[in-house]
């Protein structure tokens, strides 16, 4: 069985600081990871996946194979950056349909 | 369109009544999903399409819920007989096809409420 967990619902942290958004996967095969964001009355949209090791809006996730692990980071947060994160998972079953995680919702504070 | 548009925006409907959600994805993309997003169960799995067909009905959670579409195009996804429990946010997302790393676009979603 395929499962994202996403421990923290809500992360708060200052303009400023380092932000980890965490997320555990368990899935028996090789998997594809992504982090989708959600802003505020704004559609899901795709931030990063991990075949592309490329950083977006400064955040970078490294695919842990050993941890079971996709962590999310940036060194320092920005208040636009406050928003709902989803990790998901995809395979090989449901057409590569996305197994998402419950989400965490991020806030910068000034 | 530029993106994946769903319609409704937002659907109330009384309990018992059948709903249709209708999912307009991006142009040339020949995959297409349904999620349901809802308090507590976060965003789940309902169906897909490659094309005009769906070979993975597993995540639709009753027989209440049928999914089809047509021209290789619009979906509409349909709820009879409503219950309250249906009340969510209904996602439809599209993608160039069915493959990995194949990135999925999503629509503003339909928020419906069974009251």
């Known amino acids: 069985a395929q499962r994202v967990t996403q421990p923290e619902k809500l992360l708060s942290v200052f303009k400023g600081a380092p932000v980890e958004l965490k997320c555990n996967y368990s899935?028996?095969?090789?998997?594809?990871l992504f982090w989708y964001v959600q802003y505020s009355r704004q559609r899901l949209q795709l931030l990063l996946r991990?075949?592309s090791r490329e950083s977006i809006k400064g955040f970078t996730a490294d695919l842990n194979k050993g941890e079971t692990s996709f962590h999310l980071k940036k060194p320092f947060a920005q208040e636009e950056d406050s928003a709902m994160y989803y990790c998901a998972l995809s395979g090989t079953n449901s057409g590569y349909a996305l197994n998402f995680g419950k989400g965490t919702s991020l806030l910068v504070t000034p | 369109g530029a993106g994946v548009s769903q319609s409704p925006s937002n659907k109330v409907t009384e309990k018992g009544k059948d709903v249709e959600l209708r999912c307009d994805p991006i142009?040339?993309?020949?995959?297409l999903y349904w999620y349901r997003q809802s308090l507590g169960q976060g965003l789940e799995f309902l169906i897909y399409f490659q094309g005009n067909s769906a070979p993975d009905k597993s995540g639709l959670p009753s027989d209440r819920f049928s999914a089809e579409r047509t021209g290789g195009s619009v979906s509409t996804l349909t709820i009879q007989r409503t219950q309250q429990e249906d009340s969510a946010v209904y996602l439809c997302?599209?993608?160039?096809?069915?493959?990995?790393?194949?990135?999925?676009?999503f629509g503003q979603g339909t928020r419906l409420t069974v009251v």
């Open positions: 899935y028996s095969g090789s998997p594809e």
């Open positions: 997302a599209s993608s160039l096809g069915v493959g990995k790393n194949t990135e999925a676009f």
């Open positions: 142009s040339g993309h020949t995959a």
């Open positions: 991990h075949i």
